[in-house]
């Protein structure tokens, strides 16, 4: 059984500060990484993919990879309340087919002005 | 606006009716897909239609029946379903069945009394 694991939170941050979100996975073959961003009552959005070890950077969003730790983050930069929402982590299997997508429960991310 | 269109987006009935939750999208995408969201749980991959053909059907009670008569439309008939049913139903479409962007429709709330 694939499982992708996130903190449920509610994690909480002023605006302006750096949010931090975890993810680890079971799957050592899992080659496709991505963060999407659901708002109350609304459906899910992606916001960051990441495919290789290291870093990706995209304006105030930063994705990091370890595949050797199966760890994921998403790092929010100078976090505003319109980031507040729920952030799903997703990880997709070797084949990379949708069959394989496995979703985290998600963070629930409040900022607070 | 993704592009995915879904209808309707609430729905309230009874364990003995039968209804449909409908999908259509414009992007051209040949891949379609249902998903359950339940709260606090993770998203759950009810069917994969690709090409209109489904290639995928998660274990999911027969009291859901997709349909999907062309790539560019895709239905949920539903029936005799219970409270545990009740969920967000969420429709999304790729070009591909090979993960890159997985593009959400708003969905369908569903309440099952």
């Known amino acids: 059984q694939k499982e992708v694991e996130q903190n449920s939170g509610p994690l909480s941050v002023p605006e302006g500060a750096i949010a931090s979100l975890n993810c680890t996975y079971s799957d050592r073959g899992s080659q496709s990484f991505f963060w999407y961003r659901q708002y109350s009552g609304k459906s899910p959005e992606l916001i960051m993919s990441i495919y290789s070890n290291g870093d990706k950077e995209d304006g105030r969003f930063t994705a990091q990879l370890n595949k050797a730790s199966q760890y994921v983050s998403l790092l929010i930069r100078d976090s505003q309340p319109s980031d507040s929402a729920t952030y799903l982590c997703a990880v997709n299997g070797p084949s990379g087919s949708a069959r394989q997508l496995t979703f985290g429960s998600g963070t629930q991310l409040t900022v607070l002005p | 606006e993704t592009g995915v269109t879904q209808t309707p987006r609430h729905l309230v009935m009874g364990m003995t009716n039968k209804k449909s939750l409908k999908c259509e999208q414009h992007?051209?995408?040949?891949?379609m897909y249902w998903y359950k969201q339940s709260a606090k749980k993770p998203l759950e991959l009810m069917f994969v239609?690709?090409?209109?053909?489904?290639?995928e059907n998660n274990s999911v009670p027969s009291r859901f029946s997709p349909e999907c008569p062309n790539s560019s439309h895709l239905f949920l008939h539903l029936h005799t379903l219970q409270p545990e049913d009740s969920a967000l139903y969420l429709c999304?479409?790729?070009?591909?069945?090979?993960?890159?962007?997985?593009?959400f429709g708003e969905g369908s709330w569903l309440t099952v009394v």
């Open positions: 239609y690709n090409f209109k053909e489904q290639t």
């Open positions: 999304a479409s790729q070009p591909g069945d090979v993960v890159n962007t997985i593009y």
């Open positions: 992007l051209g995408h040949n891949a």
